[in-house]
């Protein structure tokens, strides 16, 4: 596996013992792709998965931790979890009240009635989640919440179809919960369950976010959230591209980095036409040439990655060729 990621340039010869930074980086679907043999590649996807334990659920977009089957708990270890969440009380079904004990899994509850719900193991989540979904700026503060709890709560009201865009700036007063990883979790819950606003929540992270690359990563995970993408109205595509390129800037770096985003993860979006080659790849290249960026190292790169996705390769070169009429050497 770190042969393979070497090969894809994730890792250098001399780190081989470090994984990528970004894990979301990895092209996993693209890999597994290459090998036909269906055990072979289940051992190595099972291998990406013991590396990068953290994984997203399908039924409500929830990270999860595959090592130990619960929330994903980042600057703490199984162990620890498995000894928190040991001992849990026992939660009612508030359509029919049928007494459930959860022994593993995201939070989201499927009961025999037909019933869908959200298990909420943590007391302070309850408490943070009420103080949300009620609007009341005190009480958000009063809780004191630590960065898993700010997840399951933000999880939880989104799951329930409440608005949490107006209690992010309230909860990340608190210089402790003012990290990347918080950042990038709760973009991720809000691209992949599709029940707030988008836009709202992408400018207040864009304020707090590092100039040009990494905005990037932001991008790739909006495209990845096909189920938000596919079912609701709360995501546009084309106007949180235009957001991440105003802040981002115009390094040949950060733009490689959207078009890599929009190749390797957004191929269902793609698929279902909610964004399409020549939109996604014009807005890249007019904001390049709009900053005097448009140079034959960005469309390069363009090229090179187009190469290494699923993409069809002739539809890109015809539009990177009628952007370098000009530039014969290019050509």
């Not at 996807?45 to 990270?63: D, E, K, N, S």
């Not at 007391?123 to 700010?150: F, G």
């Not at 990494?214 to 959230?225: M, N, Q, R």
């Not at 390069?300 to 069809?312: A, P």
Request: proline residues 4%; positive net charge; charged residues 20%.
């Amino acid at each position: 596996w770190r042969t393979i990621l070497a090969a894809f340039g994730l890792i250098g010869e001399a780190a081989k013992t470090d994984p990528p930074t970004h894990p979301e980086q990895v092209p996993l679907k693209e890999i597994l792709g290459l090998v036909q043999d269906p055990e072979r590649r289940l051992i190595l996807q099972l291998a990406a998965v013991r590396m990068y334990p953290r994984i997203i659920t399908y039924c409500c977009g929830a990270t999860m931790c595959f090592a130990c089957k619960l929330a994903w708990h980042r600057g703490k270890t199984c162990a620890e979890v498995r000894k928190q969440e040991a001992g849990k009380d026992v939660q009612f079904c508030p359509q029919c009240g049928v007494a459930t004990v959860k022994s593993e899994g995201c939070n989201h509850m499927v009961c025999v009635c037909g019933k869908h719900w959200q298990w909420q193991a943590n007391p302070k989540v309850r408490q943070l989640y009420q103080a949300i979904v009620q609007k009341r700026a005190e009480a958000i503060r009063e809780v004191q919440a630590n960065e898993s709890t700010v997840v399951e709560a933000l999880q939880t009201v989104a799951w329930d179809g409440y608005n949490y865009w107006e209690a992010l700036p309230i909860l990340l007063e608190d210089s402790q919960l003012q990290t990347m990883g918080l950042y990038q979790e709760i973009w991720r819950i809000t691209v992949g369950m599709g029940r707030c606003d988008a836009m709202p929540v992408l400018a207040m992270l864009l304020d707090r976010w590092p100039a040009d690359r990494d905005a990037a990563s932001l991008w790739a995970l909006a495209v990845a959230g096909h189920r938000a993408v596919s079912n609701s109205n709360t995501i546009d595509l084309a106007a949180i591209l235009q957001a991440i390129l105003r802040h981002g800037g115009h390094g040949t770096l950060f733009l490689g980095e959207v078009w890599r985003g929009f190749a390797q993860r957004g191929s269902r979006v793609r698929k279902e036409k909610r964004a399409d080659i020549p939109t996604v790849l014009g807005a890249i290249l007019d904001h390049a040439a709009a900053n005097g960026a448009c140079g034959s190292a960005l469309l390069g790169e363009i090229l090179s990655v187009t190469r290494s996705s699923d993409m069809g390769f002739l539809p890109v070169l015809r539009l990177v060729l009628a952007r370098t009429t000009s530039d014969t050497a290019f050509v």
